[in-house]
């Protein structure tokens, strides 16, 4: 069985209206199950060498980076074009998903493949889509997880908060940061979207995140637009 999750986001009054990530139907089949998206945080751990009921040593906080700007051109809304793309994750079921994505844009998959990433020939933006979590929870719920996990970043990645909107189906956060130095040891700025889409039930199915370059943020939200108006998640179990 199929559910289809559409709704188109809007500008207005100089903010960003956005939804959330999310992805339609087979909730059924993994309704008791408890594994999540990947936004779920976790709690801190101790400090290396503390014991329960005493003050832990305070980790020292790393310096703030110098940020770097990608002056690349942005990425322009006029030349994408959108096709239909398939996939398959797997996590607590196995998904199906059916998506429309800029043409030109190749996939890749971890291993498992928990999420599905459309990158731009340029490497510098892509869309990352996850479904095949338990579909248990509204959107906003998914929206203030996300939030509490990156307040947890350390300073050095420079996360700045943009705009929070909920509506009906969907709730989306944008925010800009700075990549760990590991992976961007130039410490490029990038712009990110995050979707949560809800489904029949009210709740969160597929997590949508679209990222890019500051100056790419109208074309960014185009690909997320395209994305949830047209997302459709079909489960079955994992051994089918």
């Not at 809007?10 to 960003?16: E, H, K, W, Y």
């Not at 997590?207 to 079955?236: C, F, N």
Request: charge should be neutral; glycine fraction near 8%; hydrophobic fraction near 35%.
């Amino acid at each position: 069985m199929a559910r289809t999750v559409s709704r188109r986001a809007m500008l207005g009054a100089g903010l960003l209206t956005l939804a959330g990530v999310g992805g339609a139907g087979g909730y059924g089949v993994g309704l008791f199950l408890t594994e999540e998206p990947s936004l779920a945080g976790t709690a801190a751990p101790l400090a290396v060498g503390s014991t329960p009921g005493t003050t832990p040593t305070p980790t020292p906080t790393p310096p703030p980076r110098k940020v770097t700007y990608d002056d690349s051109p942005a990425l322009d809304v006029d030349d994408l074009r959108y096709k239909s793309q398939t996939f398959d994750v797997k996590s607590v079921v196995k998904s199906r998903v059916s998506v429309r994505i800029p043409s030109g844009w190749s996939l890749t998959q971890p291993d498992p493949p928990k999420t599905g990433r459309f990158t731009d020939p340029t490497g510098k933006r892509w869309i990352r889509i996850e479904a095949g979590f338990t579909i248990k929870r509204p959107p906003v719920t998914s929206m203030q997880a996300r939030i509490a996990e990156l307040n947890r970043l350390p300073a050095n990645q420079m996360l700045h908060l943009i705009s929070q909107r909920v509506d009906a189906r969907y709730a989306t956060i944008a925010y800009t940061y700075v990549p760990p130095p590991e992976q961007s040891p130039e410490g490029v700025l990038r712009y990110v979207i995050v979707r949560w889409v809800a489904d029949d039930s009210g709740n969160c199915a597929v997590e949508m995140s679209s990222t890019g370059l500051p100056q790419d943020k109208d074309a960014l939200l185009d690909v997320l637009d395209h994305a949830a108006d047209s997302v459709e998640r079909r489960d079955t179990p994992l051994s089918g």
